[in-house]
Nanobody
Framework: QVQLVESGGGLVQAGGSLRLSCLAG????????LGWYRQVPGKQRELVAT???????FYADFVKGRFTITRDNPKKTMYLHMSGLKAEDTAVYYC???????????WGQGTQVTVSP
């Protein structure tokens, strides 16, 4: 079982910034596909951003220009740099790790981000 541990969530005012981290307890990290998702109560979990093993990134339209996804393979850590935060960014943020070789997918426990208006 792969353990993913998110950190960095918290309370921030609108317009502020946060950096989320996701540390993966896995032997082979560099060849994995990674992503950040978020969920608010009563709604489906939605994709925020992904970064491939070749460092190609993808962003949902609602975060383009404000969020940046990065990875540090030696540290087995993925980051989500969030700026220009809005109240509607309030959610629990989850990291996701996917192996395209085995088809396995793993989720972190989530970290709460709350943006006050």
């Amino acid at each position: 079982q792969v353990q993913l541990v998110e950190s960095g969530g918290g309370l921030v005012q609108a317009g502020g910034s946060l950096r989320l981290s996701c540390l993966a307890g896995i032997a082979s990290f560099a060849n994995k596909e990674l992503g950040w998702y978020r969920q608010v109560p009563g709604k489906q979990r939605e994709l925020v951003a992904t970064i491939s093993s070749t460092e190609n990134s993808f962003y949902a339209d609602f975060v383009k220009g404000r969020f940046t996804i990065t990875r540090d393979n030696p540290k087995k850590t993925m980051y989500l740099h969030m700026s220009g935060l809005k109240a509607e960014d309030t959610a629990v943020y989850y990291c996701n790790l996917h192996s395209k070789y085995t088809g396995s997918t793993y989720w972190g426990q989530g970290t709460q981000v709350t943006v006050s208006p």
